[in-house]
C-alpha cells in the first residue's frame, strides 16, 4: 500500500472560505459525493467527480424562459448568477460559447485568457452532460464552475498573504496541499515556470495562472487515479492511453 500523503491522496483538505466569486450569500451546495483514500470530491478541490457536474435529474431545477427555450438552473442557485449567464447569451440558445464564459467569469472579477476557460470547458462539460456540445455549457455546468472557482478564490486570497495578486512557489505548494495535492518540488517549479518564461526562482502566478495549473494538476491525478484501481500510487498504461490521458490536458 502507498503512502497516500505522500501523493497528497490522504486526509480530506481544510474547507476554504464561504468566498462566493461576486456575491456574498453562500452558493447552492452540491451533492454529496462518496469518499475515497484520495480525498477527492467536490469536499477535495472543487473539481467535479463522475456524477459532478449534475444531470437534470440530479436535483430539482428552477427555470426562466430564453429565446431558445427554458433555460434550467439548480434550484438555490444565486440570482447573481443566472444575470452573469443570461448577460452572456446574447442569442437566448440557453448554452454560451467559450468567449461567452470568458466574458461572464472575467466581468465577475478576474480576466481569464481564453486557454483557461478552454480547459474549465474540458473539464466542466461532461460528455453526458446536457449542454449541446462540449464547446458550449449550458445554465447547470455554468453554475457548477461558477461555485468551484469561488471556492478556488477562496483558497488564492488565503494564501496570498502579501496580496500582491499572485502566489510563489511556497504558496502555491501550500494552497495545492489544501486542495488535497502533495506536489513535489521539481513538479512546483516546472508549474511555476511554465508560466514566466521558463524561469521557476523568480516566478508568481496570478489567478487565472493558478487556476488552470491547478485544474491541470487535479484532472491528471483523477486520470490516474482511474488506472491506479488498487491505490498503490503507481499504475500501468499504455503507449496509447498515456497519450489519451494528457494530450486532452495540453490546451490549445
Given amino acids: 500500500m502507498a503512502d497516500y500523503n505522500r501523493y497528497g491522496y490522504g486526509s480530506t483538505p481544510s474547507a476554504p472560505p464561504a468566498s462566493s466569486y461576486g456575491y456574498t450569500t453562500t452558493p447552492s451546495a452540491p451533492p454529496a459525493s462518496s469518499s475515497s483514500s484520495y ?48 448577460a452572456v447569451d446574447r442569442d ?5 460559447d467559450e468567449r461567452e464564459l470568458q466574458d461572464a467569469l472575467s466581468s465577475a472579477y478576474h480576466r481569464f485568457s481564453i486557454r483557461t476557460v478552454r480547459l474549465l470547458l ?54 495545492l496541499r489544501s486542495l488535497g495535492y502533495a506536489v513535489p518540488p521539481s513538479v512546483l517549479e516546472l508549474l511555476i515556470a511554465n508560466y514566466n518564461n521558463g524561469v521557476s526562482s523568480r516566478g508568481a502566478l496570478d489567478f487565472d495562472n493558478f487556476v488552470e495549473c491547478g485544474m491541470i494538476v487535479k484532472g491528471l491525478t483523477e486520470k490516474f487515479k482511474e488506472k ?25
Wanted: charge should be neutral.
Fill in 92 to 96: 437566448g440558445s440557453g448554452s454560451i
Fill in 39 to 86: 480525498g477527492y470530491g467536490h469536499g477535495g478541490g472543487g473539481y467535479p467527480s463522475s456524477t459532478y457536474p449534475p444531470s437534470s435529474q440530479a436535483y430539482p431545477m428552477g427555470m426562466g424562459m430564453g429565446m431558445g427555450g427554458f433555460l434550467v438552473f439548480p434550484a438555490g442557485t444565486h440570482p447573481d448568477v443566472e444575470r452573469a449567464f443570461r
Fill in 228 to 252: 491506479d484501481t488498487r491505490y498503490s500510487g503507481s499504475a500501468t498504461l499504455s503507449y496509447d492511453g498515456f497519450l489519451s490521458m494528457v494530450i486532452p490536458f495540453i490546451v490549445p
Fill in 122 to 175: 474540458f473539464l466542466f462539460n461532461k460528455p453526458a452532460s446536457h449542454s449541446p456540445s462540449r464547446s458550449r455549457m449550458g445554465p447547470a455546468e455554468f453554475v457548477s464552475l461558477w461555485n468551484c472557482l469561488g471556492q478556488w478564490r477562496g483558497i488564492f486570497d488565503r494564501y496570498d498573504r502579501d496580496r500582491s495578486g499572485k502566489i510563489e512557489k511556497d504558496e502555491l505548494r501550500e494552497a
